[in-house]
């Protein structure tokens, strides 16, 4: 177990270091983390609710900083070129998110075109139905996202890396809260980038 945490550090170390820069980023991390948890306690009352905060605050809040705020260019700190982090991420990199944010986004179509979903789903009747539906496909969606990564990472590397990764997802709202909870008041004060981003995991 001292290995799978010693690398569950190691992930979000990297994460933080070479991808939260931008102090809007992480301000909409701030976002995204405390819209997670309160999924996480919506999946007891209704999951299909839960995903639908999940999608559309926390993940589109969360993806907006990376895709528009972060910066792309050379990162002098980590000497590394973007085209470098992104070949060595973990997880879903910016390519592989374009492409789960676009199944995402165009899920609801499927239900528009086939209401029960292949009978999968009792079709809806009505608007708050299909939005119901909706976030049950969206819930299978991220439940998919996240078993399809965790177990590409099993051939890509080892088992632990992929049971390391999938931890860190789930527990990265609890984690982020901590980490990012100062970043708006910095916003505010006019720090855009953050100073300290590759200090504050070592």
Avoid at 167 to 183: G, M, R, V
Wanted: hydrophobic share 45%; aromatic share 14%.
């Amino acid at each position: 177990m001292r290995g799978f945490f010693s690398e569950l550090h190691e992930q979000r170390w990297d994460d933080h270091r070479y991808y939260h820069h931008s102090r809007i980023n992480q301000s909409l991390h701030l976002v995204s983390a405390v819209s997670f948890l309160c999924a996480y306690v919506l999946l007891f009352i209704d999951p299909a609710l839960a995903a639908v905060l999940a999608w559309l605050v926390s993940m589109t809040s969360r993806q907006a900083g990376h895709f528009f705020f972060e910066p792309k260019g050379y990162d002098h700190i980590n000497r590394a070129t973007h085209a470098y982090k992104e070949e060595i991420k973990v997880g879903y990199n910016l390519k592989r998110k374009v492409v789960l944010m676009s199944i995402w986004a165009l899920s609801p179509f499927a239900l528009y075109v086939a209401p029960g979903f292949f009978g999968l789903m009792t079709p809806h009747s009505n608007p708050a139905e299909f939005v119901h539906n909706t976030g049950l496909l969206w819930l299978w969606i991220g439940i998919g996202g996240l078993l399809f990564r965790t177990v590409h990472l099993f051939f890509l590397r080892d088992v632990q890396a992929g049971l390391v990764w999938c931890t860190k997802i789930l527990t990265d709202p609890f984690h982020d809260a901590k980490l990012y909870c100062k970043a708006p008041l910095y916003l505010l004060q006019g720090q855009l980038i953050d100073p300290d981003h590759a200090s504050h995991g070592a």
